[in-house]
């Protein structure tokens, strides 16, 4: 089995598919972003990686609060568009239908149609190169009614979008359960 | 269409299942994550959220260098065991059946069964409370042969596994393709 070198570019993993939100001149605007990932659990922390010249940056800078919003699979044409056009050249709230709330923070717009919506405050802001590294504190979840099942949020009625970027840039649904996490692995302890 | 407040503790979205790996006392361990992303792209850099106390945390301290490997499928057992087992327990590497190699790095341990093989330099630790963010740059990214369709890896046979906590803490396969991204969005932009 052979290995092949691809460059330090060639950033191949599977990505969740999150909609950032976040008032621009006092307005709600969106877009996509995949480069998301958790970053502490106690207190809870996200970080998002978003290039400073981005409309939503700006907004972002200015509140100190953003949002994180997981679209369903329902949502992916919309999804796209937010990751497509800019905030400055068009209102994707209106272009999107999406119905806006805000929940604790006051100013971190929240999507209604979205089944998880995540509320945060920024605590850090650290710049890359050509991203800056926005880390923030999950202040508050919201998840639709819809998507619960005895009282839990239940991934398989939220159905969140996965992106992957090799061979061509894509959208994919959550795949099957294959094994139970802190689990499964148990058995090579007993082959041990 | 109600919302439920579920408390800033409920990160509900799915994320990428990752080994990371580091030589902690020059021997190779693993552990496995999911709290990753990307942070940059020029240069590439990535995310990990690690426990201090983790014992692949000392070796990436050690080092400052760390690997993050992407097992397909078939390393479901295997990965999960590495995130069940502390490398201060036991010789994961032995008990998994990795073949381990090093790359340009030299001190950064890589599966070889694992499709995609990142190397990484730390460039920036956080102290957030409960885990340190650790940003690395990425300094080669290695591809099995096998995973590769003309020339360009192919997540059809890369086999990612993805990890949700909602309702139950469960890895899935990859789901079926559903659009194609920054294309797809185009629709609205007709619409409008």
């Known amino acids: ?3 092949i070198l691809m460059g330090p570019k060639t950033l191949i993993y599977p ?7 976040a008032n621009v001149d006092d307005k709600p605007n969106f877009m996509a972003a995949a480069w998301c990932g958790i970053a502490n659990s ?3 922390m996200i970080s998002v990686a978003i290039q400073p010249h981005r409309y ?8 100190l609060t953003f949002s994180l919003n997981v679209p369903s699979v329902d949502l992916m044409r919309e999804t ?6 800019s905030g400055s050249k ?13 929940g604790k923070l006051n100013n971190a717009p929240l999507i209604e149609q979205c089944p998880v919506n995540l509320e945060c405050k920024v605590v850090h802001i650290l710049d890359l190169g050509s991203h ?4 923030g504190r999950v202040e508050e979840t919201h998840v639709s009614e819809s998507c619960l099942t005895d009282g839990k949020p239940d991934v398989d009625k939220i159905k969140p979008l996965i992106y992957t970027t090799e ?5 994919h649904a959550l795949g099957e359960v294959m094994g139970k996490a802190f689990s499964i692995g148990r058995e090579l302890t007993a082959r041990k």
Chains 1, 2 share one sequence.
């Open 56 to 63: 939503t940056h700006r907004g972002i800078r200015e509140n």
């Open 90 to 102: 068009a209102n994707k709230v209106e272009a999107c239908q999406f119905s806006v709330f805000y």
């Open 15 to 21: 990505m969740p598919v999150l909609l950032v939100g």
């Open 132 to 135: 800056s590294l926005i880390i």
């Open 42 to 44: 106690e207190p809870p």
């Open 167 to 171: 061979p061509a840039r894509q959208y």
């Open 80 to 85: 796209d568009y937010c990751g497509i056009i």
């Open 1 to 3: 089995m052979g290995k």
